[in-house]
């Protein structure tokens, strides 16, 4: 799946990445990047809307779960359990997440799990920048539950 | 501020708590509950989107700040700093999000640190329900800061 095949999924499937204008910038098993227009993501100060920012990084992280093992496991669910959200500055302009995951050791043992248990567990780490500048932080546990 | 006001007041400033739908169902200073239909809140599995969920807690604690502290800080701005956020149970229909805050004391405190110090902050908690069954919590702190 590439960037615009993940898009059209996102914005066919799931509505609110639709109204959210969200477009996928990149998608490979290390690394994802998701961005967003400020316009439909502003609050009444016109700035970013603290509900557009815990969306992004909280789909930004499923989808880091998506691109590592919904091929291999077409039948499983993908959620996200627990997040930790911090607010570090104000976004005043289109912004953006990211995460990145190489830990090979980590994502075999999701899928060992996942076949012997049922589920495996993942924890992921998403930035979001406007601008370059850091402005929040999700720290989430994501599982892939056996339909 | 009515319901209705409110709701007109989020979905004219907020652009994507009109994309969700969102509804006012109580607002007071003690209790803000705040409603959404699952259709433009489903994922890609027609249960409830996590971004959605997460969006809609983070608005109802943000909600409870604003009847609060707007009317008499008109200028201030409130803001989430961090949130804690725990998904119990799949959402398979319309949800709400609840937040009842009655600590006048706490209140007091925000009010005096925000004169003094130029912002105040509060703890809030927030419950998700589908269908009577909790099924997402957040905890947050919200800061409302003298512009």
Same mark, same amino acid.
């Given at each position: 799946?590439? =960037?615009?095949?993940?898009?059209?999924?996102?914005?066919?499937? *799931?509505?609110?990445?639709?109204?959210?204008?969200?477009?996928?910038?990149?998608?490979?098993?290390?690394?994802? !990047?998701?961005?967003?227009?400020?316009?439909?993501?502003?609050?009444?100060?016109?700035?970013?809307?603290?509900?557009? *920012?815990?969306?992004?990084?909280?789909?930004?992280?499923?989808?880091?779960?998506?691109?590592?093992?919904?091929?291999?496991?077409?039948?499983?669910? *993908?959620?996200?359990?627990?997040?930790?959200? !911090?607010?570090?500055?104000?976004?005043?302009?289109?912004?953006?997440?990211? =995460?990145?995951?190489?830990?090979?050791?980590?994502?075999?043992?999701?899928?060992?799990?996942?076949?012997?248990?049922?589920?495996?567990?993942?924890?992921?780490?998403?930035?979001?920048? =406007?601008?370059?500048?850091?402005?929040?932080?999700?720290?989430?546990?994501?599982?892939? *539950?056996?339909?």
């Amino acid at each position: 799946m590439n =960037c615009q095949e993940f898009t059209t999924f996102l914005q066919e499937q *799931i509505p609110l990445t639709a109204a959210m204008q969200l477009q996928t910038d990149f998608f490979s098993k290390e690394k994802i !990047r998701l961005s967003v227009p400020l316009a439909p993501n502003k609050n009444d100060k016109n700035t970013g809307f603290g509900g557009s *920012i815990a969306c992004l990084l909280t789909v930004c992280g499923w989808s880091m779960m998506y691109a590592n093992f919904q091929t291999q496991f077409p039948d499983a669910k *993908i959620v996200v359990q627990k997040s930790e959200l !911090r607010y570090l500055a104000p976004i005043t302009d289109d912004f953006y997440a990211v =995460c990145q995951c190489t830990d090979i050791a980590a994502k075999e043992s999701v899928c060992e799990n996942l076949q012997r248990h049922g589920k495996g567990k993942l924890s992921l780490h998403i930035d979001c920048y =406007c601008k370059d500048v850091l402005s929040a932080t999700l720290d989430g546990t994501y599982y892939i *539950i056996q339909a």
